[in-house]
């Protein structure tokens, strides 16, 4: 790496791929540390700075190369089985760094040699170095045997044929193949060990069987819709389990439900737009429940949707020869190698390392949008956040503000995705009203009024914005049959106000 890249990771927090220290540290930390990086996606030890606050110290000339010198000593000592690694001096505003430099391991799981594979091997969480779990350990070594998780046996696992009716109708009816035993062992979803066959982790996370809430009790999709920016107050919230590849769709919906639809007039037709670019965060989606590690135990898949963002976090971070600076770029490292051609074949993914791309794509559409990709500790996190709203001096909010691509014209609502918090004006009972579907027609009819804009834009658009009132037929919001009903928030309040 040059010189200009150190000086931009000096400025940079420590993560999952960084570490500083101010002077060698006493007993094994840097062996610690150059382990963690080794099982996990490399990194680098930059001696000579102080974390907190972040501080270039130095080290002097004389003592640079003596510091190089006992560091590679202690690592080639300590650390079993021996780690790749370069140890340089760097120059950063005239004071010395010393760079040790640690690549990804091939013959994990790496571990201090005194305390011995079981106990002694190290992993990188975030910007913490800690213990490997037996799990850990275990997932260390399917990655050294290039052996994905999916695609172990489940020996303690017996599946029917009914199990699999889900996916098998799915399947047959996007490939249009034929479905039978011999057809599963080609798709992978079964193996042979001594003569039997077994089901593999990928057949269990795709049937229908109870044998799923056994094995994997959190390969599951946790949604919420929050109040406000953090996660206090619950507004909604729902579990998605089941057959992995039939979770996008509930998903979806449930997001549907908890973010605005809002519109704008055209050219010549009235357009309809949702808060969020629903085809970047289904592609978002996909990607957590094809790419997350199952092998994780006590962390699920979550949905969050605030009033500022919506935030979706898989569990296991990035693959280990991926950087975030890679994403986008059509670069792919596949995690569950039985589980992702079948994802293909379903056509639910389009191709190797174009979900990232897809995504940024789609906000071309939502210039209002930022898309931000975290590695988060163990997990990694995808969030679509509104850029906060600049307010143009001498410029009234609302309806006097000039129109933009996302936001209503002067003849509309006032900025449409903002959630309500006002209540509705008199009629209260327009709740009550639509425990039935009802038409437009009919809802003007009961509200005793003539104009479909001022009731949609009064009356409507705010119960729809809490919650209230949905759609029947949410994908198609102009659609001729299209009816309101109250939903189970609706019916609440109006419990709550009886």
């Not at 049937?207 to 619950?234: H, M, Q, V």
């Not at 919506?310 to 994403?327: C, H």
């Not at 129109?403 to 004006?425: E, L, Y």
């Amino acid at each position: 790496m040059s010189s200009t890249d150190n000086t931009t990771l000096v400025q940079q927090p420590e993560s999952r791929r960084l570490e500083f220290k101010e002077k060698f540290p006493q007993g094994n930390q840097i062996a610690k540390t150059a382990i963690a990086f080794a099982n996990g996606a490399g990194g680098k030890i930059i001696l000579g700075v102080c974390n907190n606050p972040r501080k270039i110290i130095g080290i002097s000339d004389s003592d640079v190369f003596q510091l190089e010198e006992r560091i590679t000593s202690h690592i080639f000592s300590e650390c079993s089985p021996a780690i790749a690694f370069e140890c340089y001096i760097q120059s950063i505003k005239g004071k010395n760094l010393l760079v040790v430099e640690i690549f990804p391991g091939s013959n994990k799981p790496y571990f201090l040699t005194k305390e011995g594979k079981a106990t002694g091997a190290y992993i990188r969480i975030g910007s913490s170095t800690r213990k490997a779990s037996p799990a850990m350990l275990d997932e260390l070594e399917r990655q050294n045997r290039r052996i994905s998780f999916d695609t172990l046996p489940a020996y303690d696992v017996h599946l029917e044929e009914n199990d699999f009716l889900s996916f098998k109708t799915d399947y047959v009816k996007v490939t249009d193949r034929a479905f039978g035993k011999e057809f599963r062992r080609k798709l992978g979803l079964t193996c042979t060990e001594a003569g039997r066959t077994y089901h593999v982790n990928a057949a269990v996370l795709l049937s229908d069987s109870p044998e799923i809430k056994r094995l994997f009790p959190y390969a599951k999709i946790e949604c919420a819709r929050f109040k406000g920016t953090d996660t206090s107050n619950f507004i909604d919230q729902a579990t998605i389990s089941g057959p992995i590849h039939c979770s996008v769709e509930p998903c979806i919906a449930f997001i549907k439900k908890n973010i605005a639809l809002g519109s704008r007039i055209g050219e010549v037709y009235r357009q309809d737009s949702w808060e969020y670019p629903l085809s970047a965060i289904r592609e978002a989606i996909i990607n957590a429940i094809i790419h997350r590690d199952y092998s994780i135990t006590g962390s699920d898949i979550k949905v969050a949707i605030f009033d500022d963002m919506l935030e979706i976090t898989s569990p296991g971070p990035l693959p280990d020869t991926l950087s975030p600076e890679e994403l986008g770029s059509g670069r792919s490292e596949i995690r569950n190698r039985t589980l992702a051609p079948i994802f293909k074949d379903l056509k639910l993914i389009e191709g190797w390392g174009t979900g990232i791309k897809k995504m940024r794509t789609s906000l071309d559409d939502y210039p209002q949008i930022d898309l931000v990709l975290n590695e988060l500790g163990y997990a990694f996190q995808v969030q679509f956040k509104k850029k906060p709203i600049k307010k143009k001096t001498g410029v009234k909010s609302g309806t006097d503000q000039a129109p933009t691509k996302h936001r209503p014209s002067t003849d509309q609502a006032p900025i449409k995705h903002r959630t309500s918090t006002g209540q509705v004006p008199d009629k209260s009972n327009l709740l009550d009203f639509c425990r039935q579907p009802r038409s437009i027609k009919e809802l003007l009819a009961f509200m005793q009024l003539k104009h479909r804009r001022t009731f949609v834009v009064n009356y409507l658009r705010p119960l729809m914005n809490e919650g209230l009132i949905a759609m029947t037929i949410p994908d198609k919001p102009t659609d001729e049959k299209q009816k309101y009903l109250i939903t189970s928030k609706g019916q609440a309040k109006i419990n709550k106000q009886k």
